[in-house]
């Protein structure tokens, strides 16, 4: 049996962020960056090397790197920590069209390798828009930083979100940096892998005996995938406005957790053998006909309304959005896997931005009981024992719960339903360490389990495509409207209607 690598502190290395002063960088990598060496996660050598668009000295790099992780890291900057950890920044102007420029990176790079005995390992985070991926891998290729420096050293890349527009450009993409990467140089990121809860996914169901048996079509009635959100766009609807809900969050985040959800289990916790199964997954889902789209995809944009009793704007009133835009901020999806495990078993996957409550979750709705002896007081039809409900909390409130009936008390047998919890921070009496954290080391320390492969993006898209297409040609003036601090269209009700069930929230 492969054992697990427990010792995860990775080899001194260079960290090359295109894009240092970019959102993603302040908001995300600088803060996680900071935590790893707090925890003395970091290699005790490592040179963290800023790329950014201007001229820059390294001090003002440092000041802006660390108001921002004032801003929005847990852990604030103000210590002798922080000065320790900022000897580590450093930063290089750039010109992604300009050869010498990338010829300047790499002795900047070198430089900085004999100054502070660093052995020639190379990490470069593509934390820019994507229309600079291609134009900055093929000028690392040209100047040689795509290959190790020597024997035993390794160069790797970090590419974030969105990997495409759909299935063709995400191939093109795939293609054109597989000339100058190897697949497993490559690091796809997908934050919501690195989320310990969607981790413990794997866990609920591979380090335990009972939940396996009854995880499938025998006992399984229909699973449910949600991702809420109540914020808007949050500045970035320019960028939204060519993705959309069904790109921004269906074809990568939501997808992984569906592939965790439905995989078999892999022979081992390796990248290969993991992320083999998630594509098997992918390419069991029945494809979507074009006539059937209608009936099983559900795409709506919100109008203005209020959310924790504040007005809220509309998308189409949103800086960057078209005032008649027909991008969806919600859209809700039926799959169903045409395998032994799991078919005639839908799942239904949702996601908008300006719903009532910030809530990511995962709920298997279990078959009801065959036939009932006792009355129930859930307020469904009759009486009916409602069925049983497994929810997997991803964000906020981390946990699981369980849903069963109980006796009330007293006399005769009314049943009532009664949750069973798992609370994450109670229990390992800990915050949860952010996604990004997790990631960055894993990319470190080479282990690509939970990165996407690039056959799994493909597989995503394939999912999707017929969908993206129908959308597309479909001649409409407005996309159905949900009021801001609902809940969605009552479309996305209607898809789950027809069947009998409806979206359950966590318990
Ligand atoms: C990003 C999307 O990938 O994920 C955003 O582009 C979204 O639109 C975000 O808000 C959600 O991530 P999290 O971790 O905040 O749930």
């Not at 390794?154 to 990997?163: A, D, N, S, T």
Request: glycine content about 6%.
């Amino acid at each position: 049996m492969t054992k697990v690598n427990m010792k995860r502190k990775p080899e001194p290395c260079t960290l090359v962020i295109f894009g240092a002063t970019g959102d993603l960088t302040k908001r995300k990598l600088i803060p996680a960056l900071y935590e790893m060496y707090t925890q003395h996660m970091l290699p005790e050598k490592i040179n963290i090397l800023g790329v950014t668009r201007g001229d820059m000295s390294d001090n003002d790099f440092r000041r802006r790197m660390k108001e921002a992780n004032e801003e929005f890291s847990k852990r604030k900057s103000n210590s002798d920590n922080w000065k320790d950890f900022e000897e580590h920044l450093h930063c290089c102007p750039i010109n992604y069209d300009e050869r010498n420029s990338f010829e300047n990176l790499k002795m900047t790079i070198e430089a900085a390798e004999k100054k502070y005995d660093l052995p020639g390992n190379r990490l470069f985070y593509l934390s820019v828009p994507p229309s600079a991926y291609l134009p900055i891998v093929k000028q690392l290729g040209a100047v040689n930083l795509n290959t190790p420096p020597e024997e035993h050293t390794w160069v790797r890349i970090i590419i974030e979100k969105p990997i495409g527009y759909d299935l063709e450009s995400a191939k093109d993409l795939n293609n054109k940096v597989g000339e100058y990467f190897a697949e497993d140089q490559i690091f796809r990121i997908d934050h919501f892998l690195g989320k310990e809860t969607v981790q413990n996914l794997l866990a609920f169901r591979f380090a335990n005996g009972i939940f396996e048996p009854i995880w499938n079509r025998h006992y399984i009635d229909h699973v449910q995938i949600t991702a809420g959100e109540t914020v808007g766009v949050e500045g970035r609807g320019g960028y939204y406005e060519r993705s959309g809900a069904l790109r921004d969050m269906i074809q990568n985040h939501l997808l992984q957790v569906f592939a965790h959800t439905a995989m078999e289990a892999p022979v081992r916790f390796d990248a290969d053998a993991f992320r083999d199964e998630k594509v098997k997954v992918f390419e069991s889902v029945k494809p979507i006909s074009n006539e059937e789209v209608d009936t099983v995809a559900v795409r709506a944009q919100y109008i203005r309304g209020k959310i924790d009793g504040k007005e809220v704007p509309g998308y189409k009133e949103e800086e960057g959005v078209d005032k008649n835009s027909l991008t969806e901020t919600y859209a809700a999806l039926k799959l169903n896997i045409n395998n032994w495990r799991w078919a005639g078993v839908p799942f239904y996957l949702r996601t908008g931005k300006r719903l009532p409550k910030r809530v990511s979750e995962v709920i298997l709705v279990f078959k009801r009981i065959p036939h009932q002896i006792f009355q129930s007081d859930t307020g469904l039809r009759d009486g009916e024992i409602d069925a049983n409900i497994l929810a997997i909390r991803l964000q906020p409130d981390e946990g699981i719960s369980l849903r069963f009936g109980a006796k009330v008390p007293g006399q005769g047998m009314k049943i009532k339903p009664v949750t069973m919890k798992f609370d994450y921070e109670t229990t390992f009496n800990t915050k949860l360490a952010a996604a990004y954290e997790r990631l960055l080391l894993d990319a470190m320390l080479g282990d690509a389990a939970l990165f996407a492969r690039h056959d799994g993006v493909e597989a995503s898209w394939r999912i999707l495509m017929p969908v993206l297409e129908a959308w597309k040609n479909e001649d409409v003036k407005e996309l159905p409207a949900y009021e801001a601090g609902s809940w969605g269209p009552k479309e996305a009700d209607e898809l789950l209607k027809r069947e009998g069930c409806w979206w359950r929230e966590c318990l």
